[in-house]
């Protein structure tokens, strides 16, 4: 049993082009994180949620704690944004992880 | 200010053998996180540490433990490793004065790869 669901799995997109990437959880949680892991394993967070909605740049998070949901959307995407994004969710004392959703953003 | 450092790198061991690894954090930062990622099971919680304590653990045998030191620094050891420990071991580190460490900003380091044959 997966506590938390990412979709898709893969995506590849025209450079411009507005991308959503979606994470379902099924655990109580503290916080939702959002990661950017590119080629070579160095992770970075973007984002930590626990409510409502951040905005980055070009990339903005929503969480709704009610549905359990949260989507992180990139606007005019750009090459550079090639990586793998994580969903992590923390309870208070654990971290769950989802699997990932690579993406490729063709120039 | 430096970001999260992990020692080694790289590692190649043996079945049966042990491991330590080494994960110095951002200046100032208390709580330090451990992590394993695998291509079968991806990103998995180990341990974190917050003032030479073991504050909250994920679901690992005790062949995988840690330790905090005083300056915050964090090593972790894994005994009589089999060929499932191979992986990348990430460390992060937060503020972590909030108790909740999930509700703290985490910094990775760039991870040991650890092989074992």
């Known amino acids: 049993k997966n506590e938390v669901e990412q979709s898709p799995q893969n995506l590849t997109a025209q450079e411009g082009e507005f991308i959503t990437i979606n994470c379902s959880y099924s655990v109580g949680i503290s916080a939702l994180h959002w990661l950017q892991q590119h080629p070579g394993g160095g992770i970075v967070s973007l984002f930590m949620l626990s409510s409502g909605k951040k905005k980055h740049g070009r990339l903005i998070a929503t969480i709704n704690i009610q549905e359990k949901h949260s989507s992180l959307h990139i606007t005019a995407s750009h090459p550079r944004d090639s990586a793998v994004y994580i969903c992590?969710?923390?309870?208070?004392?654990?971290?769950?992880f989802g699997t990932g959703t690579s993406l490729t953003v063709i120039p | 200010k430096a970001g999260v450092t992990q020692t080694p790198r790289y590692l190649i061991k043996t079945r049966g053998q042990q491991v330590t690894l080494s994960c110095s954090p951002i200046?100032?930062?208390?709580?330090v996180s451990w992590y394993q990622q695998t291509p079968g099971q991806g990103l998995q919680f180990l341990f974190e540490y917050f003032s030479e304590t073991q504050r909250n653990k994920g679901n690992f045998p005790g062949r995988f433990s840690g330790r905090q030191f005083s300056n915050s620094r964090s090593e972790m050891n894994v005994s009589t490793l089999e060929l499932g420990d191979s992986a990348l071991y990430l460390c992060?580190?937060?503020?972590?004065?909030?108790?909740?460490?999930?509700?703290?900003?985490?910094?990775f380091g760039p991870g040991t790869r650890l092989t074992v044959l």
């Open positions: 992060a580190s937060s503020l972590g004065t909030g108790g909740d460490p999930s509700t703290d900003t985490q910094y």
């Open positions: 200046s100032g930062h208390r709580s």
């Open positions: 992590a969710v923390g309870t208070g004392n654990q971290f769950y």
